[in-house]
């Protein structure tokens, strides 16, 4: 049995639309073991009334492409999911499903797939690497598809940096917040996202969390996406006002995230409370980042016999 550890991620991060991600100290766990013969899947927490238990379950969906690619055959398989990570909220559910069913298949299957592999085969799987990549990865993570590959930087979060995470009661598919956003932008939007994005790394890498309020601010995607999460702007004034150093629209929401310093309660407290003044319930949750992504622990009758990280060096 393959039991496979993947952290929750935030993506975006204010201007770097679909390139900057970071990993986050929360996490789905899968668990895949060949049986005999049919699949059974098992779910447990975080959206479990909607997970499909049968082939067109996610998990299953990328596994298979994982033995189909090595030419590997299981003759049965049963899956244990327990999520988390709130499902469509904007913390990267579906990549911790997509990385860990990579993963748990590749392990499973003898660990022909590199890292690299895997990578891209996340990024092509969820159209976009910005959390594939701390999730497989770890860390935040600058990426971008070149020419079907995956280029990135992996860095270390600043230290001391922690986020508060203020996720509303209703969920937002992706698909549904990307339609919002527009076909093209003008020159100065372009611009002034280029700007902030290369101040909010540069800032990062410095450990400077004081440029980030003015960096993480964006013109391609929040103004669009403000409409489908109400009260989102009254949020970011109130966690800035209350000492937050950041704050963004985590992934395509409708999560909303500060970066923090410090103040880490009384800044969840006032997010709560300015969300249910604009008639939204949340759950506010404090959680650091973390500079690991998804690893496994490979047990043989009952024991704990390989452990690793998610990849093949
Ligand atoms: N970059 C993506 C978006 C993240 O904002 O649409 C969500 O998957």
């Excluded at 895997?118 to 971008?144: C, F, Y």
């Excluded at 860095?155 to 549904?176: D, H, I, Q, W, Y």
Aim: overall charge neutral; hydrophobic content about 45%.
């Amino acid at each position: 049995m393959i039991r496979v550890q993947i952290p929750a991620t935030t993506a975006n991060l204010g201007p770097g639309f679909d390139t900057l991600g970071m990993a986050l100290q929360l996490y789905n766990i899968i668990e895949m073991e060949e049986i005999e013969q049919g699949l059974r899947i098992e779910v447990e927490g975080e959206g479990w009334q909607h997970i499909p238990l049968n082939a067109s379950n996610l998990v299953v969906k990328v596994a298979d492409l994982v033995f189909k690619r090595v030419h590997y055959r299981p003759k049965g398989l049963k899956l244990r999911l327990i999520n988390n990570v709130p499902v469509s909220s904007g913390l990267g559910s579906s990549a911790t499903a997509i990385v860990g069913g990579l993963v748990a298949a590749n392990v499973l299957s003898g660990n022909k797939l590199s890292e690299k592999d895997l990578l891209v085969m996340a990024t092509s799987l969820e159209g976009h690497p910005d959390n594939v990549a701390p999730a497989l990865l770890g860390g935040l993570v600058i990426a971008a598809v070149v020419d079907g590959d995956v280029k990135y930087v992996k860095v270390n979060p600043p230290a001391g940096m922690r986020c508060v995470v203020a996720t509303p009661e209703f969920p937002l598919s992706t698909k549904m917040a990307r339609e919002v956003l527009p076909q093209q932008v003008s020159m100065s939007d372009a611009v002034f996202n280029i700007s902030r994005t290369a101040l909010l790394v540069s800032s990062l890498l410095q450990g400077d969390l004081n440029l980030m309020s003015a960096a993480m601010d964006d013109r391609l995607h929040q103004p669009y996406r403000c409409s489908l999460i109400p009260g989102m702007k009254k949020v970011f004034a109130a966690a800035k006002l209350a000492g937050a150093k950041g704050v963004a629209l985590s992934g395509a929401g409708p999560t909303l995230i500060a970066f923090t310093a410090g103040n880490e309660e009384h800044i969840a407290q006032v997010m709560k409370d300015t969300f249910q003044e604009n008639g939204i319930k949340c759950q506010v949750l404090i959680v650091d980042p973390t500079p690991e992504g998804a690893n496994y622990i490979q047990y043989e009758q009952g024991q704990e016999a390989v452990k690793g990280i998610g990849f093949r060096g």
